[in-house]
């Protein structure tokens, strides 16, 4: 490994770019479990991870424009669930390796059900990672359309 590929690595850790991450749920029911898939690829580097896992947040969402305020946009949100799950052990995915892992979640009993209205919305959403040092490679938050 040349200087330039060190940098590259230690720049990948940092920048959470040392995989490709995506996170896919077929289908999903509120009072059900439902099958969560994660794939990751190695972007030319080996990638130790501690754990692979996703965070589930429920999440009420408000906006509205302030006609007293020159219709500026006003928002505010709360999490109704937070959960993290472990997907799969610690690993590594060799340089350019493709790795998949699967789990079967439940929300709770008392999640609230999806709904939205004129200025308020409750949503589900899903990220995934690989526990790294530096920056965890992530697929980023995507909505859950519920059945």
């Known amino acids: 490994m040349g200087l330039f590929d060190k940098i590259k690595s230690a720049a990948n850790a940092v920048t ?9 749920v077929p289908q999903a029911r509120l009072r059900e479990p439902f099958n969560v898939t994660v794939q990751a690829t190695s972007t030319g580097q080996d990638v130790n991870y501690s754990k692979v896992y996703i965070k589930i947040e ?14 500026r946009k006003v928002s505010a949100s709360a999490k109704t669930v937070d959960l993290i799950f472990t ?14 892992w699967s789990i079967d979640v439940e929300l709770p009993q008392s999640a ?5 209205g004129q200025f308020t919305r409750h ?25």
Do not use: C
Request: hydrophobic share 35%; charged share 20%.
């Open 58 to 71: 429920g999440v009420e969402q408000v906006e509205m424009q302030d006609k007293e305020n020159n219709n």
């Open 123 to 147: 949503f589900y959403r899903i990220w995934a990672g690989l526990d790294t040092v530096g920056n965890d490679p992530d697929s980023g938050w995507q909505e859950i359309v519920m059945q």
């Open 16 to 24: 959470g770019h040392a995989a490709k991450v995506s996170v896919q």
């Open 87 to 100: 997907v799969a052990p610690a690993g590594v995915l060799a340089a350019n390796e493709s790795g998949e």
């Open 112 to 116: 609230t059900p999806e709904f939205k």
